[in-house]
């Protein structure tokens, strides 16, 4: 009987004890486990902070005054100021740890940093040299960004990113582009046949409709045709005045051109087609027979009503009726026709 007590008490001592030596074990490690948790959430805080801190017309104003900077409006320098449209580019972008993104001209660096956050490798192409350290300084603590100064339009894009960081795999293009340049700079990107990815840039409203119109749609014309041959293009959010300083004048949006693996059509000669697609937009009130009459003089008019019944197009239509696969069947006919491959 009292063997059997004797036991029953040492179970009882085995049970607090083990009760307290868990309680022990829980405080030695909870409690540091939780400042990690809380120093980690500091600092997302604090990178958050940072940079919604440069997308903010308080802090871009006080830049101003401070380094005694002059915006330029030839260069179409609007400084982002909206933290949510921020979050759409970078989210748009989806940039991937390691992954070499070109930023075009980043201005005060507020999308370089979002970029930068996202643990991608930034190239920062600024053509403006008195804003580059002003950039520099606010961009020092970030040892993934890499800045230069240089004009995008005249610089070998794939072996600028091959010399900074080696051209292993297609890089992506993140800009908010200056509005009077914003074409040229896109069709020489995509014209170059550079290694490119993606391009997430923010150009102005109406140049975003015309890169993402369907055939039949009043904003449809050669940019559409010549931005859909080269990408997959698409609207990712429309941007109000008000998320500038300055405000610009004109409303922008956000882009997304996904570069495709090979064109959408199959075509005999790239140049053809975009002489194709120049006539039948140069006069957009000529039916297209009289549109490519105007431009392809070499031709007769009724040879050209020739070429379009072949691929069964009403000489009646206009230009901006016309799908990327009427335009390659005619411009393959035209240039069987001048080598002589047609009958």
Known sequence: MGSKNSKGLC???RQKCLFFLLIFIYNLYSKPLAGIITCKRKKLKREVK?????????FVKGVIRKYNFSVKKRLGQNFLINPKILDKITDAAEVQPDEVVVEIGPGLGALTQSLANKKGIVLAVEIDQGVIPILTHFMQDYPNVKIVNADILKVNLDQLVDEHFGLTKPYKVVAN?????????????????FKLDSLVIMVQKEVAERMT???GKKDYGALSVAVQYYTEASLVTRVPSSSFYPAPEVESAVVKLKLRNKPPVSLYEERCFFQVVKAAFAMRRKTLLNALNSFFADHSKEELQHFLERCSIDPMRRGETLTLDEFACLSNVLWQAKHKDIP
């Open 11 to 13: 179970f009882g001592v």
């Open 50 to 58: 940072q940079v919604k801190k440069i997308a903010d017309v308080s």
């Open 177 to 193: 582009l200056p509005y009077y340049i914003t074409t040229p700079i896109v069709m020489y990107l995509l014209e170059s046949k």
């Open 213 to 215: 119109a369907p055939p």
